[in-house]
């Protein structure tokens, strides 16, 4: 198959993926797997994830390409094995062209990309650049020119990965996560750390005595008022699993992400799920229900993945300033 054809094959997989994310279960057990491959873009997480698990009933631990596996992991890819297509991007260096002119009494700075130019100049074509006649600009460069390069993007390719089931030879041991918590339960210090840092370095203050407006309510945060109330009288680890929710919400309003309710529930509680696990904290209780608005459309979906991505990214490194705190269990750090 053509490289393009299976990049849109690949494309497609990732929305259809999104579907099967309805299911909670199923939806859990990809952030859980996420943790594993951070190193890798969204997208890509969500095709190792499709390919391995939805596919072949694979549990993703490690995945790397075909030469890094032998090279520095001392491994092969065993006969017959099939890789993992993910999407690399395609970066091109290009020949850009700047000039300087004057225009309506303003300084204006063209950059253009050097083929461009010359295909302007062959063939000059009427109209405007950047509102701008064509005419003027091609005199302008005419005048002044000064080259560069400079690299973009200009598409994607399909590379192969393989999961370390799939390869035999030097044993090898998954890097380890590092995770904050020693035991399973979240010490009352680290409460405090984080309502330490929230009013330091984000202004969020917490108040730990909050008044509910309905039973099951655990929690809310005031945008304007920088405020997050936790029920009052609630278990440590309920503070915690709460006060990750709520400042979820105060990373999505600081990013200013638009995202309607229901959309905005599943990012914070998703976000919480992810710190949570990655603190070492028992995330079996969490749950995370059916959202209507998870849909396969590419650009809700992309919105979301990627807000949770980029979001829990935000609040691991907040908990692990938080962490400073505690006495650190042994690690490694990957
Ligand atoms: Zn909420």
């Not at 297509?85 to 204006?108: C, K, M, Q, S």
């Not at 396969?296 to 990214?313: C, G, H, R, V, W």
């Amino acid at each position: 198959m053509p490289n393009e054809e299976k990049v849109q094959e690949l494309f497609k997989r990732l929305q259809e993926g999104a579907l099967a994310f309805r299911d909670s279960e199923t939806y859990k057990k990809f952030l859980l797997f996420q943790k594993n491959f951070w190193p890798y873009s969204f997208n890509n997480q969500m095709l190792i994830y499709i390919q391995l698990w939805m596919d072949k009933k694979i549990q993703p631990t490690f995945v790397a390409g075909f030469r890094t596996w032998q090279e520095e992991f001392g491994r092969y890819v065993k006969r017959g094995e099939k890789g993992i297509a993910i999407l690399a991007p395609r970066i091109t260096t290009f020949n850009y062209v700047t000039t300087h002119f004057t225009w309506h009494g303003e300084d204006v700075e063209i950059v253009m990309r050097l083929d461009q130019l010359e295909a302007f100049r062959k063939n000059r074509p009427g109209g405007t650049y950047k509102g701008i006649p064509l005419a003027d600009v091609l005199d302008a460069y005419d005048k002044e020119a000064t080259y560069s390069k400079g690299s973009g993007v200009i598409g994607f390719m399909v590379v192969y990965v393989f999961d370390v089931s799939q390869t035999e030879g030097r044993a090898f041991t998954p890097p380890r996560i590092t995770t904050l918590l020693e035991t399973a339960t979240v010490p009352e210090k680290l409460i405090t750390s984080i309502i330490n840092i929230a009013k330091q370095s984000e202004d969020v203050v917490v108040n730990l005595d909050g008044e509910m407006f309905s039973e099951g309510m655990m929690g809310y945060y005031v945008p304007s008022e920088r405020t997050i109330a936790i029920r009052r009288g609630v278990s440590t680890d309920q503070k915690f699993k709460t006060l990750l929710h709520e400042l979820a919400h105060h990373f999505v309003k600081k990013a200013k992400l638009k995202l309607q309710t229901d959309q905005e529930e599943l990012v914070a509680e998703s976000v919480a799920f992810i710190a949570s696990d990655h603190v070492g904290l028992d995330t079996t209780q969490y749950s995370i229900g059916y959202v209507a608005s998870w849909t396969p459309e590419a650009e809700t979906f992309d919105k979301m993945s990627s807000a949770i991505y980029e979001l829990s990214k935000q609040m691991i490194k907040f908990l692990d300033r938080c962490g400073d705190v505690l006495e650190k269990p042994d690690t490694e750090v990957r």
